[in-house]
């Protein structure tokens, strides 16, 4: 059993950290440059961001490695590196976790679509398990596949991550349709995900991004209509995104995400932290209400 499951069955409900997008902006990242390499350049910056949240109250803290795979770096002709970039993203996880908190290593999609040919399986699996080989030896406990929409690329990712012999955790993104419901962008929904998952070996799953966390909530409902038993990870937006003066603003004060928390815990979430826009501030607040 996984660092994180052990938790788990001495806690029941654990905070994971925010959004590191928005707060790499917020230090300085330009638009159209790598924030992976920030791992190389700006290693401070990076180390202050996992420090920030552990400080907050998170019990895991993510890795500066989203879009760390080597088709992802490719764009910046960086692919070359990957191995290099996602281990410095877990040793810095690593070094402002210490040995006690738990260091999860962030895996997003490829950006390759297996549908139209662009990458086979095979393939696929090879980028997917460089990159976490590169985390686990960075120092990572776990992988978090995150924000995946095509249930086939994500259940090759866990795949790859559970071979390194790392807990894979997973979330797919989902969008609200209007008759109600969710799906993600290739039609997924909720419930649709779990059975392939965890079969994939997959030891928690949920939704992060896409929704705000009050959306949240019918989607664990969901999960939990069709699995009782299976760890549930949320990381909402802090709500959805508005577009002011040039800006993309997340309007969700911490306190109106926290907000949410009980309706969570009820619905049948086991982790809860933030994703888009969410912030030190955000995850504190969050801690607090689970801490209640």
Same mark, same amino acid.
């Given at each position: 059993?996984?660092? *994180? &499951?052990? +938790?788990?069955?001495?806690?029941?409900?654990?905070?994971?950290?925010?959004?590191?997008?928005?707060?790499?902006?917020?230090?300085?990242?330009?638009?159209?440059?790598?924030?992976?390499?920030?791992?190389?350049?700006?290693?401070?910056?990076?180390?202050?961001?996992?420090?920030?949240? +552990?400080?907050?109250?998170?019990?895991?803290?993510?890795?500066?490695?989203?879009?760390?795979?080597?088709?992802?770096?490719?764009?910046?002709?960086?692919?070359?590196?990957?191995?290099?970039?996602?281990?410095?993203?877990?040793?810095?996880?690593?070094?402002?976790?210490?040995?006690?908190?738990?260091?999860?290593?962030?895996?997003?999609?490829?950006?390759?679509?297996?549908?139209?040919?662009?990458?086979?399986?095979?393939?696929?699996?090879? #980028?997917?398990?460089?990159?976490?080989?590169? &985390?686990?030896?960075?120092?990572?406990?776990?992988?978090?596949?995150?924000?995946?929409?095509? &249930?086939?690329?994500?259940? *090759?990712? #866990?795949?790859?991550?559970?071979?390194?012999? &790392?807990?894979?955790?997973?979330?797919?993104?989902?969008?609200?349709?209007?008759?109600?419901?969710?799906?993600?962008?290739?039609?997924?929904?909720?419930?649709?995900?779990?059975?392939?998952?965890?079969?994939?070996?997959?030891?928690? @799953?949920?939704?992060? $991004?896409?929704?705000?966390?009050?959306?949240?909530?019918?989607?664990?409902?969901? @999960?939990?209509?069709?699995?009782?038993?299976?760890?549930?990870?949320?990381?909402?937006?802090?709500?959805?995104?508005?577009?002011?003066?040039?800006?993309?603003?997340?309007?969700?004060?911490?306190?109106?995400?926290?907000?949410?928390?009980?309706?969570?815990?009820?619905?049948?979430?086991?982790?809860?932290?933030? $994703?888009?826009?969410?912030?030190?501030?955000?995850?504190?607040?969050?801690?607090?209400? @689970?801490?209640?």
């Amino acid at each position: 059993m996984g660092k *994180i &499951l052990d +938790l788990l069955k001495k806690q029941k409900y654990l905070v994971s950290d925010g959004a590191w997008g928005t707060f790499l902006q917020a230090k300085g990242l330009q638009a159209g440059t790598c924030p992976e390499l920030w791992n190389i350049d700006h290693p401070e910056a990076v180390k202050d961001i996992a420090r920030s949240y +552990l400080e907050a109250g998170a019990d895991m803290v993510e890795t500066n490695s989203f879009g760390g795979n080597s088709c992802k770096l490719e764009h910046y002709g960086l692919a070359g590196r990957a191995y290099e970039i996602n281990r410095a993203a877990a040793a810095l996880s690593r070094q402002a976790a210490g040995p006690d908190k738990i260091v999860l290593g962030s895996v997003g999609p490829t950006g390759k679509f297996l549908m139209m040919g662009e990458l086979s399986p095979e393939e696929m699996f090879q #980028v997917f398990y460089e990159q976490c080989q590169a &985390l686990k030896e960075g120092g990572a406990d776990a992988v978090v596949v995150e924000t995946m929409t095509d &249930l086939e690329e994500a259940v *090759i990712a #866990v795949r790859a991550a559970v071979k390194t012999g &790392l807990e894979a955790l997973c979330t797919m993104t989902f969008d609200p349709l209007a008759g109600g419901g969710y799906r993600t962008m290739m039609g997924i929904s909720p419930s649709d995900m779990i059975q392939p998952l965890l079969e994939a070996g997959a030891a928690v @799953i949920g939704s992060n $991004c896409g929704n705000g966390s009050r959306g949240m909530i019918d989607i664990v409902r969901e @999960i939990r209509s069709v699995n009782t038993e299976v760890p549930v990870l949320i990381q909402a937006n802090a709500g959805l995104p508005v577009y002011k003066d040039g800006k993309t603003i997340f309007p969700e004060s911490p306190e109106e995400m926290a907000a949410s928390v009980p309706g969570l815990l009820e619905a049948g979430a086991n982790i809860i932290g933030g $994703c888009c826009g969410s912030t030190p501030a955000h995850i504190r607040a969050i801690a607090a209400r @689970i801490r209640e």
